[in-house]
C-alpha cells in the first residue's frame, strides 16, 4: 500500500539532521575532556605546593588533613590516574573546597551561576530584539540619514568601555538621580524567594511574590542596560550587513518583483535569509555576556559568576579558579552545540558538511 503524501516525516537514524547532531555531540564531547585536561594540566602547572595551594597554608600544616586530601584526590599516583580522579570526583559533583568561603566550589557555583545566567539573558533578548531592529532600518533606509544615525550611535556603543558605562550608570541613576535600585539582585526588605531555577525573576512568579518581582525587575535594569549598550552596538552594525547581502540576493529581488513587500518581505525573507550568520553572532556575544561580566558585576555587587571569579582569583583561591574556568568552557560548549543545531535546523546544507 502505497504511503499517505500526510504521513508525519519520521527522522531514522540515518537521517541527515540525526547524523549531524550525533557528529556534533561527539564533538563536543570531545572538547568537552580537553577542556578537562586543560584544566587538570594548568593545575599541576602551578608553581609551589599543590597540596598547601588547595588546602591553604593553616590546613597544608596538618599531616592528617594533608593524607586525606591526597587519598581522596591520588596526588600520590601517576598523572594518568591523578587526572582519571580528577574526572571521577567531577562526575560526582566534587570541585574541591573554596578557601575563601570554605564552602564546596560546586555549591557556590551553584548560588553563582543562575545570578549571571539571568543577567545575560536579560541582555541578550534586549541586545537581540533592539540590535535586529536598528541593523534592518538601517539597511532597508542605507545611505540615508537615519542610517547615519544607527551607524554613529553603534560605533558609540562599541567604542564605550563596560566598566566606565557601569560607574558612570551607578553614579547617574543610583546616587544623583535615586530613580534605580544600588546594587545586589533584590532589596533587603523583600527574603529571596523559594529557590527553583535560581533566576529570581522566575522564582518570585511562581512563588507569586509580586512584590518582589518588581523589585527584582528594578535591581536588573541598570546591569542589563550597561552590559546591553557594547552587544547592541555589535548586533547592528552585523545586522545591518547580513541583510544588505541578502537584499541584493536574486530571490529578494524575485520576490519584490512578484509584488511581495511589508512585513512578509522582511519575515519571510529578508531576515530569514540573514538570520544563520545573525544566530553565529547572537551565540559568540551570550558566550561573552555570561563570562565576561566581572566588571559589571563587580561595579552593582551581582553575586554571579564574576564576582566569584574576582574574589576566587584575589583570594588565590585555586579550587575556586578552577572551577570557574571549567564551568566557562562548558558555557562556551553548550552554547556553540546548541548554535550547531540550530544551524543544521535552518539550513539543510550544513547537515551535509
Do not use: C
Not at 531592529?133 to 547615519?148: H, I, K, T
Not at 529570581?200 to 518581582?213: I, K, N, P, R
Not at 552587544?231 to 519584490?256: K, W
Amino acid at each position: 500500500m502505497a504511503k499517505s503524501i500526510n504521513a508525519p516525516r519520521r527522522y531514522s537514524v540515518k537521517s541527515p539532521l540525526i547524523g549531524y547532531l550525533l557528529r556534533r555531540f561527539v564533538t563536543s564531547i570531545l572538547l568537552l575532556i580537553g577542556v578537562t585536561i586543560v584544566t587538570f594540566t594548568l593545575t599541576n602547572l602551578v608553581p609551589g605546593n599543590p597540596v598547601a595551594a588547595a588546602l591553604g597554608e593553616g590546613a597544608a600544616s596538618n599531616p592528617d588533613t594533608v593524607a586525606a586530601y591526597v587519598e581522596k584526590y591520588g596526588l600520590d599516583k601517576p598523572l594518568p590516574m591523578q587526572y582519571l580522579t580528577y574526572v571521577g570526583n567531577l562526575l560526582q559533583g566534587d570541585m574541591g573546597t573554596s578557601l575563601h568561603t570554605r564552602q564546596p566550589v560546586a555549591d557556590d557555583l551553584v548560588k553563582a551561576v543562575p545570578a549571571t545566567v539571568e543577567v545575560a539573558l536579560a541582555s541578550i533578548v534586549v541586545s537581540l530584539a533592539v540590535g535586529t531592529a536598528l541593523g534592518a532600518v538601517a539597511a532597508y533606509r542605507r545611505g540615508r540619514l537615519s542610517d547615519q544615525l544607527v551607524r554613529v550611535l553603534s560605533l558609540i556603543g562599541l567604542s564605550i568601555p563596560t566598566f566606565w558605562m557601569a560607574l558612570t550608570a551607578f553614579n547617574i541613576f543610583f546616587l544623583q538621580l535615586g530613580i534605580a535600585p544600588g546594587s545586589g539582585r533584590l532589596s533587603p526588605i523583600y527574603a529571596p524567594p523559594p529557590s527553583v531555577t535560581g533566576l529570581y525573576t522566575v522564582d518570585t512568579l511562581l512563588a507569586g511574590q509580586w512584590e518582589s518581582f518588581v523589585d527584582v525587575m528594578a535591581h536588573l535594569m541598570l546591569p542589563v542596560f550597561v552590559l546591553s549598550l557594547f552587544t547592541i552596538g555589535l548586533l547592528t552594525r552585523f545586522v545591518r550587513t547580513s541583510v544588505l547581502e541578502v537584499l541584493d540576493a536574486d530571490y529578494v529581488r524575485a520576490g519584490r518583483a512578484k509584488g511581495l513587500g511589508g512585513s512578509r518581505m522582511l519575515f519571510g525573507y529578508v531576515l530569514r535569509g540573514a538570520s544563520l550568520p545573525i544566530l553565529t553572532i547572537v551565540g559568540i556575544a551570550f558566550g561573552s555576556l555570561l563570562s565576561g561580566t566581572v566588571l559589571v558585576e563587580a561595579v552593582f555587587a551581582w553575586p554571579g559568576l564574576g564576582t566569584y571569579a574576582y574574589l576566587s582569583a584575589t583570594s588565590l583561591d585555586l579550587p575556586g579558579i578552577m572551577g570557574v574556568g571549567l564551568v566557562v568552557g562548558v558555557i562556551y560548549l553548550g552554547i556553540n552545540f546548541i548554535v550547531d543545531m540550530l544551524y543544521g535546523v535552518l539550513d539543510p546544507r550544513a547537515r551535509l558538511a
